[in-house]
């Protein structure tokens, strides 16, 4: 059944205990999520901090986490949900990239060229881009080492001080 009691670590602990009976239905575990997208509230931006403490405790820190602060979940007591994606090393080699957080476009797209090649991969290994801005940084002029992906204009991204969150997918 659906729990929806507690604060912020406390609902994602029951989401993160159900999302390992499914992968152990699967003959996997949380060491194989390379992924998680975090849905929450405003009511839970203040408690961020510590579901992050607790996030890196389950899964370390090497997951791409994507936290978008959405109006209301089914639940009016509900703070969180969470969507995670599992991979164990097949064959299709796709790679989920830390998001990138930043205060504009611009800077956002320059900090992506740089883990790029950090990794040893360039702008044609992108499977996917998706940005996440505000009205704000969208009205900016487009920077010029933009690629193309699904933009995605929201009202405030759940770290106040940014206007930008970049995801890519190689």
Not at 40 to 49: E, G, Q, R, S, Y
Not at 162 to 168: A, H, K, P
């Amino acid at each position: 059944g659906m729990v929806v009691k507690g604060d912020l670590v406390a609902q994602a602990s029951v989401i993160y205990d159900k999302m390992k009976a499914t992968l152990v239905a699967a003959s996997r575990d949380l060491s194989d999520v390379v992924r998680v997208v975090r849905y929450v509230t405003p009511k839970a931006i203040p408690d961020l901090a510590a579901l992050d403490a607790f996030q890196a405790s389950l899964l370390g820190d090497k997951v791409s986490v994507c936290t978008l602060t959405i109006q209301s979940l089914l639940r009016a007591e509900a703070l969180i949900e969470i969507e995670g994606v599992a991979y164990n090393g097949g064959e299709d080699g796709i790679e989920f990239l830390p998001s990138i957080i930043a205060p504009d476009r611009v800077s956002a797209w320059a900090q992506i060229d740089k883990d790029l090649r950090a990794r040893g991969l360039n702008r044609a290994q992108v499977r996917k881009a998706t940005e996440l801005a505000t009205s704000v940084a969208f009205d900016a002029a487009e920077p010029a080492n933009a690629l193309p992906g699904l933009r995605i204009c929201v009202p405030r991204l759940a770290a106040a001080e940014t206007g930008v969150q970049i995801d890519i997918t190689v």
